[in-house]
């Protein structure tokens, strides 16, 4: 079974803190995405990656970056938290190829709280 | 710009087969349409995927139309667990520049 990890459930951070978010995944896909979701909204694809050091903006990249210096792992940095921060973030893994936009395994997600 | 429609919610019974359809008028020759199912404070899950005419596996089915300007997610003998957002995706499998759009989703809710 592919797993897509979140390396927190929960966190609350204060405005103005540098938070990180991480997100691993065990099965060498090449493709990673960071979403945010919020209630009315859906999914937003924040940022998106297609290999190591290799990153592309997604839909809403303001406020945010990203890392990825190994294939399994990729970082989501908000540079300094803001409460419009207060969300819902999800990581995603997909296998090329022919599957870059579609089918997607996803973590638990992180309901992030800045305060 | 949202690449699909789909009604926001539907109310089903237990047992019932369960319909939901998605419009994706302006689809292009590569994209795929796949269908996940989010449950709440979890991530979603991954469903079905097809390209063209059915496909069906242990969870659901789908039904894509000749046009493909729309695909039908089918949900066989619906139960409580199947409460869920529903959401349809449309994408090309092997394009990097291509957006990546969920939809708002349809939420599911079985009654007993």
């Known amino acids: 079974d592919v797993k897509v990890t979140q390396s927190s459930r929960y966190l609350v951070k204060r405005t103005g803190e540098k938070v990180f978010l991480e997100c691993v995944q065990d099965?060498?896909?090449?493709?990673m995405f960071w979403y945010r979701q919020d209630p009315g909204l859906g999914l937003r694809l924040i940022y998106f990656?297609?290999?190591?050091?290799?990153?592309e903006k997604g839909d809403i990249p303001e406020g945010y970056s990203v890392s990825r210096e190994k294939k399994e792992r990729f970082s989501l940095i908000l540079e300094s938290a803001s409460t419009n921060q207060t969300s819902m973030y999800l990581c995603a893994s997909s296998l090329l190829p022919g599957q870059w936009g579609g089918w997607q395994y996803f973590g638990p997600g992180t309901r992030l709280t800045v305060t | 710009l949202a690449k699909t429609t789909q009604p926001i919610s539907m109310d089903s019974y237990e047992g019932q087969e369960v319909n939901i359809t998605c419009s994706h008028n302006n689809i292009a020759t590569n994209d795929y349409i796949t269908w996940y199912q989010q449950f709440p404070s979890q991530g979603p899950r991954f469903i079905i995927q097809g390209y063209k005419t059915k496909v069906t596996n242990e969870v659901a089915s789908l039904f894509i139309p000749a046009d493909r300007k729309s695909s039908t997610l089918s949900l066989p003998r619906v139960s409580l667990s199947d409460t869920a957002v529903y959401y349809c995706l449309v994408a090309d499998g092997g394009n990097r520049d291509d957006k990546i759009i969920f939809g708002k989703g349809t939420r599911l809710h079985i009654l007993p």
């Open positions: 099965m060498d896909h090449e493709n």
């Open positions: 990656s297609y290999d190591v050091k290799m990153k």
